[in-house]
């Protein structure tokens, strides 16, 4: 049902930024939203709190980001308490910033490896997924996880490119336990 909700009234916003040419200003405006939401926890238990009626929260929205963002976007957050959907308010934004990307052509690769990278490596890393694939941009995340003993696993969206040496093992221990069961 979440999915459905982030799906709907994202995709009801990212249509209104390219209808109104304004894709990058909502782009720049959610990302700031986000950001403050993220920075002030209290906000929304004001906003998803069930004592606090409705005429309260909208007036609370018109104070914080009337004036600082777009009156599209303070009508769409308003939309959004009014029809009590607050509580999923970052995945909708999650939603448009997706659509924004796809649009851009700017993927998203998350990788992770044994060691950290150096700054030549991740450069690399990046210009090679660029290459192979249809993305024009990347947006990349590195993190490291030293149980990988060594190589890579790199993930973009539902697709996985696992050449670490800790799944290397894993798969020789399998077929080594194959072999083993058929003597």
Avoid: C, W
Avoid at 14 to 22: D, G
Avoid at 80 to 98: A, C, H, P, W
Avoid at 133 to 160: A, C, N, P, Q, W
């Amino acid at each position: 049902m979440a999915k459905l909700i982030s799906k709907t009234y994202g995709e009801a916003i990212f249509e209104l930024a390219v209808s109104e040419n304004k894709v990058d200003t909502f782009l720049e405006e959610i990302r700031m939203i986000l950001s403050v939401l993220k920075e002030n926890p209290k906000f929304s238990d004001i906003m998803n709190h069930p004592k606090i009626i409705k005429e309260e929260k909208l007036q609370v929205i018109d104070e914080v980001f009337g004036g600082r963002i777009s009156d599209e976007l303070t009508g769409f957050i308003r939309l959004i308490v009014t029809k009590g959907r607050y509580s999923n308010i970052f995945e909708i934004m999650q939603y448009f910033l997706d659509q924004v990307k796809e649009l851009k052509g700017i993927g998203v690769a998350y990788v992770t490896s044994a060691v950290a990278l150096r700054e030549s490596q991740q450069k690399e890393i990046e210009e090679k997924l660029i290459e192979t694939t249809s993305f024009r941009e990347m947006e990349m995340h590195y993190e490291v996880d030293e149980k990988l003993i060594g190589g890579l696993i790199i993930r973009i969206g539902d697709r996985v490119v696992d050449s670490s040496i800790m799944t290397k093992l894993y798969k020789l221990e399998r077929q080594l336990m194959k072999i083993q069961l058929q003597n």
